[in-house]
Nanobody, 125 residues
Framework: VQLVESGGGSVQAGDSLRLTCTAS????????MGWFRQAPGKERELVAT????????TYADSIKGRFTISRDKAKNTLYLDMRNLKPEDTAVYYC???????????????????WGQGTPVTVSS
């Protein structure tokens, strides 16, 4: 089972990026998934998660209104659309998935069993 993130890079403040997480080895269509991030010298933190149905989402306050999480079950893929990026968004972004079926969007990383290797995002001012 693999989660592979892509789409990270170096951008200027105010720019937009789309992160993609592609799952292989099994389907996560019936599992909650999410994005977390870890900035240099800081703990990993919630960005956004989505429940097994896309109607359930949760976001960190710091990115609410700027980032949007979505999923394409036909492609077994998770997205994070980021706009109006700020230097404080600089971090390695990780995709995660729960092993438990169904369920809503959750905020605690300990609820997620599968993790990708991360994709770095650097935002310059």
């Amino acid at each position: 089972v693999q989660l592979v993130e892509s789409g990270g890079g170096s951008v200027q403040a105010g720019d937009s990026l789309r992160l993609t997480c592609t799952a292989s080895g099994r389907s996560f269509n019936d599992n909650a998934m999410g994005w977390f991030r870890q900035a240099p010298g800081k703990e990993r933190e919630l960005v956004a998660t989505v429940g097994w149905t896309s109607s359930s989402t949760t976001y960190a306050d710091s990115i609410k209104g700027r980032f949007t999480i979505s999923r394409d079950k036909a492609k077994n893929t998770l997205y994070l659309d980021m706009r109006n990026l700020k230097p404080e968004d600089t971090a390695v972004y990780y995709c995660a998935a729960r092993s438990v079926l169904y369920g809503p969007a959750l905020r605690d990383e300990r609820d997620f069993s599968y993790w990708g290797q991360g994709t770095p995002v650097t935002v310059s001012s």
